[in-house]
């Protein structure tokens, strides 16, 4: 049971560059999360899942798209990276009240 | 709308003194209050919460916290602190136990907890 997974755990992008993270859950949970994390900001949320099929805008949505076509995985991707979304991004999913979290991804835009 | 504010970025205590950790809070509603723990290069833990039952709230780990809806605090503490206690902790209100499952979870600014040997 690996609860919330993500990959990569590293990366750097150039200006303009496009990527994609991707987090897996293996606890059949409905809802799942982006968040990013900012010093002194605690956790931000970027979009956020209710179920398979479905994605809706968080508190910090710009710049980001998302997709939920597997109830187990939810990708966040970045069209063009810019400089502002260096930040360590968190996967979460939940049943409840409880969000569970990945390990982070470090992403850096130069 | 719904905010937290921890009052304090970073705390350093001594190994087997107590742990204090503040956080108010500002919500129209009657909130759900969670503290979150994330140890260095790791993901987030629920350490405790608390959903309108009683207002003194154990966790894990020898962690408790108080709501006090008079202050709007839920602050967090321990009797002795560990070194394994060395990490970031979140406050977060939630406007209720229902909605924390879905997107309304507001996270403070972290504090973040020093123990010296």
């Known amino acids: 049971n690996a609860g919330v997974t993500q990959t990569p755990k590293f990366r750097v992008l150039k200006t303009g560059q496009s990527m994609t993270l991707l987090c897996a859950q293996d606890?059949?949970?409905?809802?799942m999360y982006w968040y990013r994390q900012d010093p002194g900001m605690g956790l931000r949320l970027i979009h956020y899942?209710?179920?398979?099929?479905?994605?809706a805008k968080g508190e910090v949505p710009d710049g980001y798209n998302v997709s939920r076509l597997k109830k187990q995985n939810f990708l966040l991707g970045l069209e063009s990276a810019a400089p502002s979304q260096t930040s360590v991004y968190f996967c979460?999913?939940?049943?409840?009240?409880?969000?569970?979290f990945g390990p982070g991804t470090r992403l850096t835009v130069l | 709308a719904q905010s937290v504010t921890q009052l304090d970025s970073h705390v350093s205590v001594s190994e087997g003194t107590p742990v204090l950790l503040r956080c108010n809070y500002s919500?129209?509603?009657?909130?759900?209050l969670f503290w979150y723990v994330q140890h260095p290069n790791k993901g987030l833990q629920l350490l405790l919460k608390?959903?309108?039952?009683?207002?003194l709230v154990k966790g894990i780990n020898g962690f408790e916290a108080e709501f006090k809806k008079s202050e709007t605090s839920f602050h967090l503490t321990k009797p002795s602190a560990h070194m394994s206690d060395a990490a970031e902790y979140f406050c977060?209100?939630?406007?209720?136990?229902?909605?924390?499952?879905?997107?309304?979870?507001?996270f403070g600014g972290g504090t973040r907890v020093l123990v010296k040997p």
């Open positions: 977060v209100v939630s406007k209720n136990i229902k909605e924390a499952a879905g997107n309304k979870l507001t």
């Open positions: 608390y959903t309108s039952a009683a207002t």
């Open positions: 606890m059949n949970h409905e809802y």
């Open positions: 979460a999913s939940s049943y409840y009240y409880e969000q569970f």
């Open positions: 899942s209710v179920g398979e099929g479905t994605t």
């Open positions: 919500s129209s509603y009657s909130p759900s």
